[in-house]
């Protein structure tokens, strides 16, 4: 009887450890560094909705030259609150930080120019602008 009580207490150690260490292994969403801002100028190739607890978050992927890039938006709700779409072909020029997300190299987008239009997602020191967003709810 003591030894199926030892053999579930280390089934369940095993198992809070397992679910741990796989929290651990997910990276949060980096902060956007000034220091590694760059402008690229491409097309869009494609968008993606990242579908996360904390909400949809939208991503470009671009084409610059021969390189693609991912590029972070902003969630999904601000793009859609500001009545801004993104699709295949899209010209744009993209202000932003490079950081890594889950081990792949991305762009922190803080601004996006297409054609006589601006969309500013962060301010100049890199902070989200939907946060107001965030304090309706």
Request: one cysteine or more; glycine letters at 8%.
């Amino acid at each position: 009887m003591q030894t199926k009580a030892i053999l579930r207490f280390l089934c369940g150690l095993f198992l809070v450890l397992l679910i741990s260490g796989a929290a651990l292994a997910q990276e949060s969403y980096p902060k956007y560094d000034k220091a590694t801002e760059v402008k690229i100028k491409g097309e869009v190739q494609e968008l993606k909705v990242h579908h996360t607890e904390a909400g949809d978050n939208t991503h470009l992927i671009v084409k610059a030259g021969d390189q693609l890039y991912e590029v972070c938006l902003c969630p999904a709700e601000f793009l859609k609150s500001m009545e801004v779409t993104f699709a295949a072909g899209d010209k744009v020029e993209i202000t932003g930080s490079k950081a890594k997300l889950n081990g792949a190299d991305v762009i922190l987008a803080r601004e996006i120019v297409r054609g006589d239009n601006t969309l500013v997602i962060r301010d100049k020191e890199g902070a989200p602008v939907w946060t107001w967003m965030m304090k309706k709810g």
